[in-house]
């Protein structure tokens, strides 16, 4: 495991993790979405024409406050399965996730509402994570200059289908950063928009993890990693692999992927 010189204050220990999908393969039909629902989410349920898939087999590790945690892996590899199953919206097969704190999962595909301006959503947004509206409202410009949207035009006060993907996640980034975590999950939203935007994504991580909060990123995008974390965990098929110094473990992916 790698060395924390935060103070040893673990904030997420996963220990054992199994995480099992059970995928309807039978025929479409009248009703067949709500019997596909029920399969799949029903523990123990299987039966003829439902698939197994094991997702995650079996990962142990504990994560400490103050760290900034790289999640790296080929695709499929069941990294956005492992922050949602610590996030809590999805149940373990098998063994425990413990927090300390509320976990919070930001993905460029978090749900914010289409047909509402960007100004509705940042107060949305905000108040799903516990903000007040006073805060938000002190928050506000801060949140809109950060994700640069309206640097080209009055983009806030449009709907957000007229915004292009990475305006969106920018955004979103943006909202989730206003805030300080406890435990911070970023599936791939630095993976978006331009350079400048990256390094002040960055810094904001850095910010984020000086209040004595962890910061998980998953991300394709090795220069961020290297830039962000000082811990890299590598899953593949399910499996942990390495958990260590992240120029090591990325390295170690680095060799093993080219």
Excluded at 69 to 85: C, D, E, F, P, Q
């Amino acid at each position: 495991m790698a060395e924390n010189n935060q103070g040893h204050i673990p904030t997420v220990i996963a220990d054992d993790v199994h995480i099992v999908y059970r995928v309807n393969t039978g025929s479409s039909g009248k009703g067949s979405a709500t019997a596909a629902l029920s399969k799949i989410m029903r523990r123990g349920g299987d039966g003829p024409g439902v698939r197994r898939v094991h997702a995650v087999r079996g990962v142990t590790f504990t994560a400490y406050r103050g760290e900034a945690i790289g999640v790296i892996g080929s695709n499929g590899s069941g990294k956005s399965t492992l922050l949602r199953a610590i996030a809590g919206l999805l149940p373990c097969e098998s063994g425990k996730v413990y927090t300390d704190g509320q976990p919070s999962l930001l993905g460029v595909n978090a749900a914010l509402m289409n047909d509402l301006t960007g100004e509705r959503n940042v107060v949305l947004g905000g108040l799903a994570m516990g903000m007040t509206r006073a805060q938000i409202q002190e928050r506000y410009q801060d949140i809109v200059d950060f994700s640069g949207i309206n640097e080209k035009g009055d983009f806030i006060s449009l709907p957000m289908r007229t915004y292009s993907s990475g305006m969106a996640a920018r955004l979103r980034f943006s909202i989730a950063a206003a805030k300080d975590h406890d435990v911070l999950m970023i599936d791939e939203a630095l993976a978006t928009g331009d350079r400048k935007f990256q390094v002040r994504s960055e810094a904001r991580i850095r910010e984020l993890r000086k209040t004595a909060g962890t910061v998980f990123l998953v991300s394709h995008n090795n220069k961020s990693i290297r830039d962000t974390c000082d811990r890299v965990l590598w899953l593949e098929r399910g499996e942990l692999l390495m958990d260590g110094p992240t120029e090591e473990v990325v390295s170690a992916y680095e060799k093993a992927t080219s």
